[in-house]
């Protein structure tokens, strides 16, 4: 059974920085691409980034976020991080760590974790 655990969040002043971790089991973790998604309330579940599996060094930044935020992967310890600097209000959301993507910058993935909550007060 695949599960995925994310941990990090809070509430925090913007400009601050927070570093989301995602520890997964069940799985393969170094074979498999891992996203990180966000939805704030009324709005749809939005790319933020994702690193591919082992073998591929690409990464992808959702454009609100690049230049800001960084994802890395230590496949040891089936973790997968989000590095966030320079927060902003419009950053807070429920962020969701997501592996098996079917389209890398969508929602098609296959496993979801159950999310944190990261909150930016202005």
């Known amino acids: 059974q695949v599960q995925l655990v994310e941990s990090g969040g809070g509430l925090v002043q913007a400009g601050a920085s927070l570093r989301l971790s995602c520890v997964a089991s069940?799985?393969?973790?170094?074979?498999?691409?891992m996203g990180w998604f966000r939805q704030a309330p009324g709005k749809e579940r939005e790319f933020v980034a994702a690193?591919?599996?082992?073998?591929?060094?690409?990464?992808y930044y959702g454009d609100s976020v690049k230049g800001r935020f960084t994802i890395s992967r230590d496949n040891a310890k089936n973790t997968v991080y989000l590095q966030m600097n320079s927060l902003k209000p419009d950053d807070t959301a429920i962020y969701y760590c997501?592996?098996?993507?079917?389209?890398?910058?969508?929602?098609?993935?296959?496993?979801w974790g159950q999310g944190t909550q990261v909150t930016v007060s202005s």
């Open positions: 997501a592996a098996n993507a079917i389209l890398i910058t969508t929602p098609q993935y296959d496993y």
């Open positions: 069940g799985l393969t973790f170094s074979r498999y691409t």
């Open positions: 690193i591919r599996r082992v073998g591929y060094s690409t990464v």
